[in-house]
C-alpha cells in the first residue's frame, strides 16, 4: 500500500470538543443576531417566489433549487403546526443555514490554521465575524433565499477537500474513499447552485499539485463519479413537481388556454436546470472589462480598504508557509469566480461575490493566524506553539473592523421589514379593491407581482387571478409591459385586464379607466378615432397620422397619432409648441411621450400610439401654426426636424 509524505507546515489539526462548544456558541450568536432582522411575512421577488414554491414542493425559476425547496417546504410544513406562517418560516431558515454557515466555517478553519489553538480560535472568529458581517451575505441571510445554503455547501466542499490536501500521510485507499466523500459533496452542491461547477477546476488543480497520481487511479474514480452523479437525481423533482397540481403558478389560465411556462419535455428540462430558459447571457470583452470598477466597488464596499490589506496578508502568509495545494484551490477558485462574475450578464450579480467573499474571508483567517503567532513560521520556525502577545492583542482589535462593517448597514437591512409590510399592504389593498373574480392582473415588474401566488396557494385568496408581466415567458408576446397587456387583450377572452396599479404612459397605446384604486382597468387601444386633421407626415422612423386641437377654457388640448414605422433607438421627448401670426411663440408643452413604462425606445413597428398635450396661454392669444419635434432629454438631439404646419379650424 503507498503511502504519502507531506512536506509542507500546512497539516489538518484535530477539531477539540471546545471548538465545537465554540461553534454551536457562534451559530446561535449569528441566528440570534440576525432572526432580529428577518421578516416575518410574504416578500417580493425571487424570495417570496421561494416562500410559496417551497410550501407546495413546487417549482421556482431556473436552475430548479430542488435541495432547497425540498428541506424548505419540510421546514415549512413542520413550523406551520405551531402556528409559524411559511413565509415567516422559509425566512428563517436563511438565517439558520447562516448560523450553520458561521459555525461550519470556523471549524473548518480551525482544523486549517497553523498555530496554537489560541491563536487559531481568534484568526477563525475573526473571518467568520467578517463573513458573517459582509453586508451581501448578511442581505441574502434574512429572507428566503437560496445563498446562505450555497455558501453552507461551499463550506462542505472545502471541508472534504481539506481532509485530502492537508493530511500528512495519506494512502491510496485512504484518498479514495475521501475523493469518494468529496465527489458527494460537490454533487449536492450542484444539486443547489449551478455555479458550484466553478469550483470543479479549482479542486482538480489543487489534487495536482498535492499529489498528481491520485487523479490517475481508476479504483478512486469508480467511486468518485458515482458519489457525484446520485445526488443530481434530486433535479428528477423539477419534471415530478412541475404540473399544474404541484406548481399552478407554471399554468395559468389565459382566455380558453393555458399560459404553460414549463411544458416538462426533455429539452425544457435540460433549459431549465442549465438556466438558458431565463435568457440570461454573457457580455462581450468589452463590457466585462467595463465592469471592472464595479467590481472594485463591490470589494471596497464589502471589505473596506482593511479588509485588502487583511486578504494581501493572508495570501502572503499561505505563500510563505509553501501551502501551494491550498494556494491553488483557493485562488484559481477565487480567479474563475470573479471572470464570471464579470462576464455574466444578470441583474442582481452581487450576490454571486458570495463565494468570493467566503475565500477572502479563509485568506484573512490565515491573516490573522499569522499577526496571532508574530510570524514566526514564516520566518522559519516550523512549529509555533505559543502565541506573540502583541499579536493576540492586535487580532483582539482586528474584531472592531466587522464590527464597524456590521453597524453601518444595520438601518439598510432593518429596512426589510418595511418592505415586507409595504408589500402586505399593497396586495391586501390590490385585493380589497374587488377586481373581477377571474381578472388579469398586470404589473410591469416581475418581483411586484410574486405575492400574488402566495396568497393563491398558501392563503387560498384570489384564486381566480391571473398575474402576468413582461419576460413571464420567452418571446415577444412578453416581452415588454405594452406586448404583456396586449397578449392580454388578445388571448384574455372575457377574462378582464387590470394593472395593479396606475403606470402614467401606457396611455399612448391602450384606453385606461381608473377603478377603486390602486386598480386602472384596460378596456382596449387608445387609438379609437382618425385625427381631425390628417396629415400623414413622415417623421424620421415615425409616421404622424395627425392632429386634433381642441380649445378649453384654460388650455389648447393637442392629440398627435403616430404610427411607428421602423424602431427608436433611443428615448425621446416630445414638444409641441403654438405660434402666433406674426410668429412668436405663445405656448409649448414637452413630455416623455409614454413615459417610464412604455418610452419611445420599446415602441414597435406598425403600433398606432396617441399623444395628448396640454398648452395654456395667455387670453388674448390666438394660435396660428402648430409645430411638433421629438429631442433626446440627455442631449437634446434631434430624431428629425421639427414639423410644421398650419393650424387648422379644431372640430
Known sequence: ?????????????????????????????????????????????????????????????ATGYPLYLMIGG???????????????????????????????????????????PTTRRLAAGLAVAFFVANPTVRSQALQAEVYALHALLLIAILWAAGRILLVETLSDAAFARRFTLLAFCFGLGLTHHATTVLLGPALLLGLLVRRSAWLRSSRAWLGALPAGLVPLLLYLYVPLRSGPDASPWYHQRLGDGVLTLFDNTPAAFFDFITGRSISVGFHDAASALAAVPTAVVLWMRHVEWAGLLLIGIGLWVLVRLHAWPLLTLTVSYFVIQQIFNLFYSIGDIFV???????????????????????????????????????????????????????????????????????????????????????????????????????????????????????????????QDIAATVQTALDEGGSQPVYLIKPMPGLEVRFALEPRTPPLVEVVGASFTETPSVQTDAPYGPLLLLGYTWRPTAEAIEVTLVWRVMAPLEDNYTTTVQLFDAAGEKIGQNDRLPGGVYYPTSLWKPGEVLVERHSIFLQADATPQRILVGMYRSADSGLLAPPLEFPLSESE
Not at 439598510?412 to 391586501?428: H, I, N, P, V, Y
Open 1 to 61: 500500500m503507498h503511502t504519502v509524505k507531506f512536506s509542507s507546515l500546512m497539516q489538518l489539526q484535530p477539531t477539540s470538543p471546545v471548538d465545537r462548544r465554540i461553534a454551536l456558541v457562534i451559530g446561535a450568536t449569528v441566528v440570534g443576531l440576525l432572526i432580529r432582522s428577518t421578516p416575518l411575512d410574504l416578500l417580493p421577488g425571487d424570495a417570496g417566489e421561494f416562500q410559496f414554491a417551497a410550501w407546495n414542493f413546487g417549482l421556482a425559476h
Open 352 to 478: 454571486y461575490y458570495i463565494p468570493l467573499y467566503l475565500i477572502a474571508s479563509i485568506w484573512i483567517a490565515f491573516a490573522g493566524a499569522g499577526i496571532g503567532v508574530g510570524f514566526r513560521f514564516v520566518r522559519g520556525v516550523s512549529a509555533p506553539t505559543q502565541p506573540a502577545a502583541w499579536g493576540i492583542g492586535l487580532l483582539l482589535v482586528l474584531f472592531i473592523l466587522p464590527l464597524q462593517l456590521w453597524v453601518a448597514y444595520a438601518s439598510l437591512f432593518d429596512q426589510l421589514k418595511s418592505e415586507s409590510a409595504a408589500t402586505r399592504a399593497q396586495w391586501e389593498g390590490i385585493l380589497g379593491a374587488d377586481p373581477p373574480a377571474e381578472a388579469i392582473l398586470i404589473s410591469n415588474d416581475r418581483n411586484e407581482m410574486v405575492p400574488l401566488f402566495y396568497l393563491q396557494v398558501v392563503e387560498g385568496r384570489g384564486k381566480g387571478h391571473t398575474g402576468l408581466f413582461p419576460l413571464i415567458a420567452p418571446g415577444e408576446r412578453f
Open 74 to 116: 419540510l421546514w415549512q410544513h413542520v413550523w406551520a403546526w405551531f402556528g409559524v406562517s411559511p413565509a415567516a418560516a422559509l425566512n428563517v431558515l436563511s438565517a439558520v443555514f447562516a448560523a450553520a454557515a458561521a459555525g461550519s466555517l470556523y471549524l473548518l478553519l480551525v482544523q486549517w490554521l497553523p498555530a496554537a
